[in-house]
Nanobody, 122 residues
């Protein structure tokens, strides 16, 4: 069974930083699939935050550009999201997600999801 497990969430003050990690098991798409981070705040729709394609291309939602960086370590089967200059509006549950194939965008329908990790910025 495919399992994605997020870690690294927590509570920080505005302007602070966090790095989220997503460890995968039973998953083979770290090198040949699309992976990304999504978030959902109470009362809001889930939105794509950042995705990274098999060729290394990255795409970010406008609100996090210049502040967040998505990366992955294929050998370690780990996806990361470095978050800097955090703002209260970044508060949400952050989910790691993945799907096989080469098509990769913020609107890509994901097949696998982690349980999420809470990020709270005050």
């Amino acid at each position: 069974d495919v399992q994605l497990v997020e870690s690294g969430g927590g509570s920080v003050q505005a302007g602070g930083s966090l790095i989220l990690s997503c460890a995968g098991s039973g998953y083979r798409y770290y090198s040949n699939g699309c992976m990304g981070w999504f978030r959902q705040a109470p009362g809001k729709e889930r939105e794509g935050v950042a995705v990274i394609c098999p060729n290394g291309r990255t795409t970010y939602t406008e609100s996090v550009k210049g502040r967040f960086t998505i990366s992955k370590d294929n050998a370690e089967n780990t996806l990361y999201l470095q978050m800097n200059s955090l703002k209260p509006e970044d508060t949400a549950i952050y989910y790691c997600a993945a799907v096989g194939g080469w098509y990769c965008s913020l609107s890509r329908t994901m097949a696998y999801w982690g349980k999420g990790t809470q990020v709270t910025v005050s």
